[in-house]
């Protein structure tokens, strides 16, 4: 299994003026080399690029003071980010060209399988790397001992703190998922709710309204500031500190949840979500963004692979408006938050809905059957598989209950 672990780096000024420096010749070598492959005919292979380097160093004497490991991974990073520029274009969506990195956007540097090493000193842990020297990290948690790390990331965030991401290997046996799954679960995110299970659990989205308050008045104030003055740049780190309040909150939530679903159960089937696709969607991007699905999926699928629990990414296409019961499909208004199927009568809460068939495509896909729902009679309007949305009568109305005292009494 591959895990990485994040600890807070404490350099002193000097070595973070060091650090500052290498990350800075990283960067100018990454918009070197992304110059040459602009303007060549055809792009290299990136071992080719990366067997250059060495000659590139007999000018630019400031890659010498740069490990060599290091100067290879930038190479692959433009690499990486052209296969991924070229996915998107296979995906069919508009893109244009990778741009040249400014000092803001390129903060950090990669030491893959040498150039590092962890120590500890006199009881104190420090990070040494090569060229640069030992920098004291706070070691919150262990590295386990059968570990192997591979590389390690370091970098300074906007707010000025320097962080080190150890990727590290751990031979350990993956639990077997079981064969015939018992404990199952389905999940439908929202809005409204972040989370709606099919155990009846309805997960509130967590309030971060104080700490998107104070952001928006961080940045207000940074507005007021002269670009570029002692009191901007103050400014700007308040403002960033801001945002890290609100990442680090956002996903101590995700972290949380995704760790329940994932031990609890034996199955969990959710929806194979686009999170990207859905924030560019216009109305209410905003609280897209901030629900964060993508990355709770990704977490729980990781998660799960580590507990032996089966994860299960089903086609979202029609789990609201199909009935959890009796499996016709009912067009339902976004506003109308219950189901209540006008053909069979079954009655939940819209997401509870959603909930019961993504578990059940989920069940469906590791080759389970599993019904807690009895299927029904159906009364579809004549020549048609769907009910149409002027036929959705809401839970409790006048309608509703009419119908239902007529059928038991019959």
């Not at 000097?14 to 792009?43: F, G, M, P, W």
């Not at 009568?345 to 495509?361: P, Q, V």
Request: aromatic share 8%; hydrophobic share 30%; with cysteine.
């Amino acid at each position: 299994m591959q895990y990485n672990y994040k600890y807070r780096l404490n350099p002193p000024e000097a070595l973070q003026e060091e650090l500052r420096h290498h990350v800075d010749t990283c960067r100018q070598l990454y918009n070197h080399v992304l110059y040459k492959l602009n303007n060549s005919d055809d792009i290299p292979a990136r071992y080719e690029v990366q067997g250059q380097l060495p000659a590139l160093k007999a000018w630019w004497d400031e890659l010498g003071d740069v490990h060599s490991k290091v100067l290879q991974m930038v190479v692959k990073r433009v690499y990486d980010n052209l296969s991924t520029l070229k996915a998107q274009k296979e995906n069919g969506r508009a893109v244009g060209m990778l741009k040249w990195k400014p000092p803001r956007e390129y903060r950090s540097l990669t030491y893959n399988q040498s150039g590092f090493k962890l120590k500890n000193t006199s009881g104190r842990s420090t990070l040494w790397l090569s060229k640069i020297g030992e920098i004291p990290v706070t070691l919150y948690r262990d590295i386990p001992e059968d570990a192997t790390v591979k590389q390690v990331t370091v970098k300074q965030e906007p707010t000025g703190e320097w962080f080190a991401t150890f990727g590290i290997d751990v031979d350990e046996d993956t639990p077997a998922k079981p064969e015939t799954p018992e404990q199952v679960v389905g999940i439908d995110v929202g809005i409204l709710t972040y989370a709606h299970d099919t155990d009846g659990c309805a997960i509130e989205s967590p309030d971060f309204s104080d700490e998107r308050e104070r952001l928006e008045r961080a940045q207000r104030d940074l507005s007021r500031k002269e670009h570029g003055s002692a009191n901007w740049e103050k400014q700007r780190k308040i403002v960033a500190e801001r945002h890290a309040d609100l990442k680090r909150k956002r996903r101590d939530f995700l972290h949380k949840l995704s760790n329940y679903y994932a031990r609890e159960y034996d199955l969990v089937a959710v929806e194979n979500l686009d999170a990207k696709g859905l924030v560019e969607l216009p109305g209410n991007s905003r609280n897209r963004a901030g629900a964060a699905w993508g990355t709770f999926l990704r977490m729980l699928e990781y998660k799960c692979e580590r507990e032996g629990t089966h994860f299960v990414a089903v086609n979202p296409r029609g789990t609201t408006k199909e009935c959890a019961s009796c499996g016709i499909s009912t067009d339902k208004p976004l506003w109308v938050r219950e189901h209540s199927c006008p053909a069979c009568g079954f009655e939940a809460d819209r997401d509870a809905n959603a909930a019961w068939n993504i578990l059940s495509r989920g069940l469906e896909d590791v080759g389970v059957v599993h019904s807690e729902l009895t299927t029904v009679e159906t009364a579809l309007p004549t020549g048609t598989d769907s009910v149409p949305a002027q036929r959705v009568v809401e839970t409790g109305s006048p309608t509703l209950t009419e119908r239902t005292a007529a059928a038991v009494s019959e």
